[in-house]
């Protein structure tokens, strides 16, 4: 790979190999059932092949293939055990790695951007990446001051690359149903797409990230690592060593994940209204366990501006909710834009689908876990039409905020994290805690 492949044909034809290969190696897998292999080692071979192959073929493209490899690998731990053993070493290594650009190309990029005497700008420069994610690689410095600096530098033709892979993508849902069963792969795929050219402006990127880095200097929870240098494609931040979260999610102990998923939720409730912006893209490979106990946070492309913080109605509903008042919650829904006019839901069926989400606020601890999520995935990709799901409506203001939470969770639920979860949503949320006013929900609703 001497480039990012960015020509349609030659991307459309590396696309192709996935659900071809995986037709292919069922086809081998029944010719070695017919010759005596039992069926489920040949499953777990065909499992476990099909996964290296979605790897390599998703990170070979990065761009919006990889982008959307890596927003599945957050969902693993809602899969059952026995389809998500082959697969969740393959999808973890998309939050960490990919194949790395030649040098040749790096050195070109960043003479493009810093000009021919780049090189002036640093004491020393690592060639080799220390991390790829889906539209750049990151390479370790020394910044000519003398800092250890992290050197962003962005994929040539990632942006082109990046719309084109969204077209190809929407034709594998099958296969990706293998992975998520009843996930809505449409409305992941759009999703996705609409982040990019926030993603793509490493300008944009760098403000955010020195907006978060100034809030947080000096805090005793969370560093996020500073601007240096910035420009379109080059993106230079002061260095960061830690634990990656995958590998407390892999190694870690149940001290270390509770501390690692109780910062976790802290620093995703708390930024909004320290920074009045949300981290929008919470997969473990943007976060460090540093060795003073804070957690590091790295990657600020996609941010939800918040100037306000979080909706007030998102508390207001969430504790009104744990009341038992499903008049006002299915009021309250209808004034935000969960439930469209002329639609109606049957109280309990939307009892029954929101419980489990507002369930860790409702306590004073919980533990997330991989069957916890499995089970409420299970009510989730109920596909009958009378389903409560299909009946709601996700307001575009609200579309970031779910993506975080959704996502979260699933990162919790990887951590296995017992924690005092509803503390954190009583700080940090408008409208959870009691108002000292008996009528301030009805006010601040407008349904009185």
């Known amino acids: 790979m001497n480039d990012l492949p960015r020509r349609a044909v030659t991307r459309s034809a590396k696309l192709a190999t996935l659900p071809l290969g ?18 489920e080692i040949v499953a777990q071979e065909v499992q476990q092949r099909t996964a290296e192959q979605i790897f390599k073929v998703l990170g070979e493209l990065k761009g919006g293939a990889m982008k959307l490899g890596q927003a599945l690998s957050i969902f693993e731990a809602a899969l059952p055990q026995e389809i998500a053993g082959p697969y969740r070493a393959t999808l973890t290594k998309l939050q960490e790695a990919a194949p790395p650009l030649p040098v040749a190309t790096v050195h070109k990029v960043l003479a493009e951007q810093l000009g021919d005497d780049w090189r002036r700008h640093f004491q020393s420069f ?9 539209i750049g690689q990151v390479h370790k410095a020394v910044w000519h001051d003398g ?27 099958k296969l990706f149903g293998a992975l998520l069963p009843g996930l809505d792969m449409k409305s992941v795929l759009n999703e996705l797409r609409e982040r990019i050219a926030e993603e793509l402006d490493y300008l944009r990127e760098a403000e955010a990230q020195h907006a978060f880095a100034l809030e ?12 240096v240098a910035a420009n379109e494609m080059v993106l230079v931040t002061e260095w960061m060593d830690g634990t990656p979260l995958s590998r407390i999610i892999a190694e870690g102990t149940q001290e270390e994940r509770n501390r690692a998923g109780l910062l976790f939720v802290r620093f995703l409730f708390c930024s909004p209204a320290r920074v009045g912006m949300l981290h929008a893209d919470p997969h473990p490979g943007n976060f460090r366990m ?7 946070v790295l990657d600020f492309g996609a941010v939800n501006r918040l100037p306000d913080g979080y909706p ?7 504790r009104i909710f744990i009341q038992g008042d499903m008049e006002t919650v299915m009021a309250g829904l209808r004034q935000e834009g969960f439930i469209r006019e002329g639609v109606e839901v049957d109280p309990d069926a939307l009892r029954a689908f929101l419980a489990p989400y507002v369930e860790p606020t409702a306590v004073e601890e919980f533990t997330f876990s991989r069957e916890w999520l499995q089970a409420q995935a299970a009510t989730v990709t109920d596909l009958r039409p009378n389903n409560v799901v299909r009946q709601l409506n996700l307001p575009p203001s609200y579309v970031l905020i779910h993506r975080v939470h959704a996502a979260g969770v699933g990162v919790l639920c990887q951590l296995g994290t ?24 009805d006010e601040a609703l407008a349904i009185g």
Do not use: C, H, M
């Open 147 to 173: 800092r250890v600096v992290a050197v962003k530098i962005q994929y040539p033709g990632a942006g082109k690359a990046l719309l084109g892979d969204f077209a190809q993508l929407a034709r594998l849902g």
């Open 126 to 134: 690592d060639d080799q990446p220390t991390a790829a994610a889906s």
């Open 216 to 227: 947080f200097n000096g805090d005793p929870d969370f560093y996020v690592p500073d601007v």
């Open 312 to 318: 007030k109605a998102f508390g207001q509903l969430t």
């Open 418 to 441: 017992t924690a005092r979860f509803r503390d954190e949503v009583i700080r940090w949320v408008p409208g959870f805690a009691d108002d000292a006013d008996p009528n301030a929900d």
């Open 22 to 39: 995986f037709a292919g190696r069922a086809a081998l897998g029944l010719g070695k059932r017919i010759g005596g292999k039992s069926a």
């Open 290 to 296: 540093l060795p003073d106990g804070r957690l590091g």
